[in-house]
């Protein structure tokens, strides 16, 4: 029976009852590499007939490329193997068999231009989204509340959300962010890695410079709200909103 949804990720869970049901090993994490060979299996028709079955052959672009997709900012398998639209349900897998990326109906826009296939990466999605959703728990990214960019002083505040997590810590325009939930931040990509799995109503420490002057904080993060456009889709640098 069905135990959870999540949208935004296009994963359901659901339970089967019987221990001898067929199962697909999931891809140790951090195993998959550039230049790996992958094959995805998928379904072009609402039938399950084995003439139907669609098979895709592919070279690993990236295993671990971070967008952003309907306000979750997630590690995406690219690979040359055509997954698009037409590929929702399909698995990707190594030459070993192993499960290592899933492609459904949520897509970032980069899918729809160009000959790359994006797949959810499994490590990240079975790690993160599908703990969560066997204990009940809403998938909803956390956010500090605040924009930043890039200086020769390091992560530089140039914007902070009013009544988000950063104001209540005491963040402030023109501050540095130095460290962010144990890793230092030596650019915004390093803060957005380290903001995926973090959801809202997650402590985290956060330390920054204000004119030389260190300070850190134990903050409570807030709700990611969506307010993208599809060109903020990539990571841009100088400014990133988190």
Known sequence: HLIAIEYDYDIAVFKINGDKTPFIPIAPAKKLETADIVVGFGNRSNTFARTNLDIRLGIVSDSERYLLHKGHLAPWLVTDAAIGLGSRGTIIVNLKGQLVGLAGHALPPQALVGKMGYARSCEAVFRDVLSRLRKGTPVQPGAIGLNVRMTDEGLQVTEVTPAGSAKTAGIEIGDILKRFAGVELTDAATLQRR??????????????????????????????????????????EPAVKN
């Open 195 to 236: 903001l995926f799995g973090l959801h809202a109503g997650d402590s985290v420490m956060v330390q920054w410079t204000r004119s030389g002057e260190p300070a850190e904080k134990q903050i409570t993060l807030g709700a990611r709200v969506h307010r993208l456009k599809q060109a903020d889709f990539f990571l841009h």
